[in-house]
């Protein structure tokens, strides 16, 4: 599966979009780009994946540029709640062997 | 949504004891379930794959006699940490792929907290 690489942590004001960059310049023609988000103490939570087409979905839209190589995960409105740990993976899917590696995420801290 | 009910959430027990954990899959089947192990301020380390029916896979450098591995139904699999030691304290985490059907992702558990004394 293709590494992917984030930016450590990112601060949003609350009610603002909250743009989270992942690149994956290694990414093959039939791996999906998944993200994932983990709150404190928590177990991470699906958020929303695509192939090549943009994305949406009641908590988010990912948006993956004509190559692939990168993605942007925005969340339109943030509020407290979505501050969190926020993980951009690669795999290939649908598949039931398909390992989630995970990688340091961003540390996406909404504030007031 | 798809669930995932993970059980215990938080354990503590003297060192040297056995302790089981539960991972269910509650509205769909899932043949593979994974194991994850989070240590604080740490990102997700994948332990195994959890085969329904055949033997886990274990990630290198993790051991398959301390960290056994049970899948016995296409909705439970159990991560039993053996002998535990102050060494394994952890966040365990599992998750289930429902596979191919309906381009479903994989969920997660809310985790076990592990304390050994």
């Known amino acids: 599966d293709a590494k992917t690489t984030q930016p450590t942590s990112m601060d949003c004001a609350e009610g603002r979009a909250a743009n989270l960059p992942c690149n994956h310049s290694t990414i093959s023609g039939n791996e999906y780009v998944y993200w994932y988000r983990q709150i404190h103490s928590q177990g991470p939570q699906y958020i929303i994946h695509g192939l090549k087409n943009n994305e949406t979905n009641e908590m988010a839209s990912l948006i993956i540029t004509e190559d692939r190589k990168s993605s942007t995960l925005i969340l339109p409105h943030a509020t407290l709640r979505d501050t969190a740990v926020y993980y951009c993976?690669?795999?290939?899917?649908?598949?039931?062997?398909?390992?989630?590696?995970f990688g340091q995420g961003t540390t996406l801290q909404v504030k007031p | 949504g798809a669930v995932v009910s993970q059980h215990p959430s938080w354990v503590i027990c003297k060192s040297g004891t056995s302790v089981k954990i539960e991972c269910r899959s509650l509205d769909f089947q899932a043949t593979t379930m994974f194991w994850y192990r989070q240590f604080p301020k740490q990102s997700l380390m994948l332990m195994a794959t959890?085969?329904?029916?055949?033997?886990?896979?274990?990630e290198q450098g993790v051991e398959k006699d301390k960290f056994l591995i049970n899948h016995a139904s296409l909705t439970l699999s159990t991560l039993t940490v053996t002998s535990a030691h102050p060494e394994d304290s952890s966040f365990y985490i599992c998750?289930?792929?429902?596979?191919?059907?309906?381009?479903?992702?994989?969920?997660f558990g809310d985790g076990t907290r592990l304390s050994i004394l």
């Open positions: 993976i690669v795999r290939v899917a649908p598949s039931n062997t398909g390992k989630l590696i």
């Open positions: 998750s289930a792929d429902p596979g191919r059907v309906g381009n479903q992702p994989q969920h």
């Open positions: 959890s085969n329904e029916g055949s033997k886990a896979t274990y």
